[in-house]
């Protein structure tokens, strides 16, 4: 969706007729008029405060009229027929200073102080250590980002992570990923995918994988609580060891990835997993995967449980097929816990 939020500004807020009040006023279609203080308007539901029945929810398409004296942000439609969904709802040229004599249209209204789910930023940083004397001396770092951008039909993501273990004063572990991909939305839920990556692990005598791919993907769900896309395509791979001839192959990719809040506020779960397989030898192919549970401290800090499941189903010769890890981790979110909606 291609819009930008309207300049936050004072006014008396008219959409069929202009007067001067001093409290918010809502015209219902029926001709209810209903008087209180708006807080928000998305997913066609307006929250109204009122001192006579608390915060009231009110669907939008039932109502005729608003006036509002206090400074609101607004985003607003392309047109007033256009679906909220599509890419081309929203004009920066459509987004503007209405005057306290503007009567506009309540259809081409999107939301009221809030975001538009097609126009966010997303994500976390997060980093784990832990630390153990005495028989055995071990100790074990690791950081993480993860980033998501979504404008209109385009969507940017970028994850990265790093590990790093000792054992005993020797390095014990040590690696190290970046992965970015846009997505192109060809409608509301189908994608196309383009992403590529690059990764290094020491003691599995890797130097370095580059991978590029494109595809097809699908967004099941996209909401606070839910969210789940999976997406596949071709991908071409490159490998460079240290102790085996370097490779080179076209490979098959698939994706997905899942989050849950299954107890709002409280608890959240996750899942991603990313393979690849070859397409001319099928016993090389790879299979990496994080899983867990993610749950708030304060604020936007959370703490979560990760378990990281590796497979090379071909690795060098000496190397294990399985690197496994579990991770307790404490991050920041960005606009990611569902109870800080109303305040972003």
């Given amino acids: 969706m291609n819009f930008r939020p309207i300049f936050t500004f ?9 007067s001067a009040v001093q409290a918010d006023t ?15 308007m998305e997913n066609s539901k307006l929250s109204l405060r009122t001192d006579y029945a608390g915060t009231v929810s009110i669907d939008w398409p039932r109502i005729k009229s608003i006036d ?20 081309e709802d929203f004009s920066s040229e459509k987004i503007k200073k209405v005057g ?7 259809a081409r209204v ?3 102080n809030k975001t538009p ?7 976390k940083l997060q980093a784990g250590w832990n630390r153990s004397e005495g028989n055995t001396r071990k100790e074990n770092i690791s950081a993480a980002f993860d980033l998501s951008y979504r404008i209109g039909r385009d969507r940017f993501n970028g994850q990265g992570n790093h590990y790093w273990g000792t054992s005993k004063g020797q390095r014990s572990g040590y690696n190290w990923m970046l992965d970015g991909e846009y997505n192109r939305f060809l409608n509301e839920k189908l994608y196309f995918s383009g992403s590529g990556g690059m990764k290094q692990d020491q003691f599995q005598d890797l130097n370095m994988r580059s991978v590029i791919g494109t595809g097809l993907g699908y967004q099941f769900f996209s909401s606070r609580n839910l969210s789940l896309s999976v997406e596949a395509g071709p991908a ?3 490998e460079e060891y240290s102790s085996r001839n370097d490779r080179t192959f076209l490979a098959g990719r698939w994706a997905i990835d899942f989050g849950w809040w299954i107890f709002p506020e409280y608890l959240k779960l996750f899942h991603t997993q990313t393979g690849l397989i070859s397409s001319s030898d099928s016993d090389n192919w790879l299979w990496q995967s994080k899983s867990g549970v993610q749950f708030p401290i304060v604020k936007n800090f959370f703490g ?7 497979w090379t189903n071909d690795p060098v010769p000496g190397k294990r097929k399985v690197d496994s890890r579990m991770m307790f981790n404490l991050g920041y979110s960005f606009a990611d816990f569902p109870w800080n909606w109303d305040e972003m």
Wanted: glycine share 4%.
């Fill in 68 to 87: 509002s004296d206090q400074d609101m942000t607004v985003f607003i439609k392309h047109s007033a027929t256009a679906d909220k969904e599509s890419a």
């Fill in 26 to 40: 809502v015209l219902l279609l029926n001709g209810d008029r209903l008087s209180g203080k708006i807080i928000s």
């Fill in 304 to 310: 979560s449980f990760q378990y990281n499941y590796d």
């Fill in 110 to 112: 999107a939301a009221i």
């Fill in 10 to 18: 004072t006014l008396l807020f008219i959409f069929m007729t202009a």
């Fill in 117 to 123: 789910r097609q126009y966010t930023f997303t994500g």
């Fill in 236 to 238: 071409y791979v490159w």
């Fill in 100 to 106: 306290t004599d503007t009567p506009f249209p309540t």
